[in-house]
């Protein structure tokens, strides 16, 4: 199945996936690619047939409602001021989830950041040569304060403003598959989209569902777990600055873009992992705690009820250090 690109970079791994899928028939695998990564289904269910029409279906109708690759989007179509797009309701219920943390998080997360996103060469059109004079002139049509739903119509204070969903997309994407699963009765299932993903129940060893995290290095072809975590029934997003960036001048520009700033957001935590009910929430938390830091992540965590975090972060000596909030420990198990 062949979907336009949404570009997601996932830093989690699902571990002994394939292994815990082959030999009982009732456990169905599915992956491939999507929205310019991968992704990979496991759930229980019966024998014959399996639901890969029903997941097809989920991926593409997504795709065509917000993908910013596929110009015929509607998403495309609205940022580009098509009076005849009409909002969805799989998007209208991401740009509601997306202010909602934008107002939580006082425009740390905002959707509306995708004319910065692209100049620094992060989202879906060629990167510009970036100038301070740029920087303030794009500023002045992004904030998610600046657009409104009203009906079905997108209200935009600019017409220059865009939206860009996808630091939360493959979050939901895994939600609305997880919710089908529950509609059906499934009870054991893993949703993975892009690394961001949503599980319930247990693989097929009748075991908690095992996950790592990255450690945090460049070179992705030496991938290395820094931390399992055994899940049951959770949502886990991961964001991270050392895989998604670009060098230029010796200068590292990270592809999570500051709103507020409008310059690629600095600081010394590498990672931030978020568990949640729902993966769409991990998914945008973890982009807020990756824009306002380390020291402001451990605060922020504790105003947002259900979350629990573990961040990976360099100590003033660049040592890797973690630090995670009291609930993940119970996902630990050595």
């Known amino acids: 199945m062949h979907l336009r690109k949404f570009l997601f970079t996932g830093l989690l791994t699902i571990l ?21 990564s991968s992704y990979h289904i496991t759930y229980e269910y019966k024998t014959s047939p399996t639901l890969e029409k029903e997941i097809n279906q989920i991926l593409e109708r997504i795709n065509i409602s917000m993908s910013t690759y596929d110009p015929g989007s509607t998403l495309s179509r609205l940022n580009r001021n098509d009076t005849s797009a009409r909002i969805d309701s799989d998007l209208k219920h991401v740009m509601e989830v997306g202010w909602q943390v934008s107002r939580e998080s006082d425009g740390a997360f905002d959707m509306t950041v995708a004319p910065l996103v692209n100049a620094w060469g992060f989202g ?40 860009d969903p996808n630091a939360i997309t493959p979050g939901y ?42 450690r945090p290095q460049e070179d992705m072809a030496d991938r290395q777990i820094q931390q399992v975590f055994h899940l049951e029934h959770i949502s886990v997003a991961t964001s991270g600055n050392y895989r998604k960036f670009y060098e230029e001048n010796g200068v590292k520009y990270s592809h999570t873009i500051d709103p507020k700033t409008g310059y690629p957001a600095r600081s010394n935590l590498l990672s931030a992992t978020v568990f949640a009910d729902k993966c769409i929430y991990a998914d945008a938390y973890a982009t807020v705690l990756m824009v ?43």
């Open 16 to 36: 002994a996936l394939l292994s815990a899928c082959k030999a009982d028939r009732t456990y169905h695998f599915q992956e491939g690619p999507v929205y310019g």
């Open 173 to 214: 994407v895994a939600d609305v598959i997880s919710e089908m699963f529950i509609s059906l009765g499934i009870k054991n299932y893993l949703v993975e989209i892009g690394g961001e993903l949503r599980c319930k129940g247990k693989n097929k060893e009748g075991n908690a569902w095992r996950v790592g995290v990255d």
């Open 124 to 163: 879906f059109t060629a990167r510009a040569k970036v100038t301070p004079a740029m920087v303030d002139s794009l500023l002045q049509f992004t904030g998610y304060e600046k657009v409104k739903i009203e009906g079905d119509r997108l209200i935009k204070e600019d017409p220059r403003i865009m939206i």
């Open 292 to 334: 306002i830091g380390f020291e402001k992540a451990k605060e922020f965590y504790t105003r947002i009820p259900g979350i629990q975090v573990y961040l990976i972060y360099s100590d003033q000596s660049g040592s890797v250090k973690t630090w995670q909030s009291p609930g993940v420990q119970s996902m630990i198990r050595n």
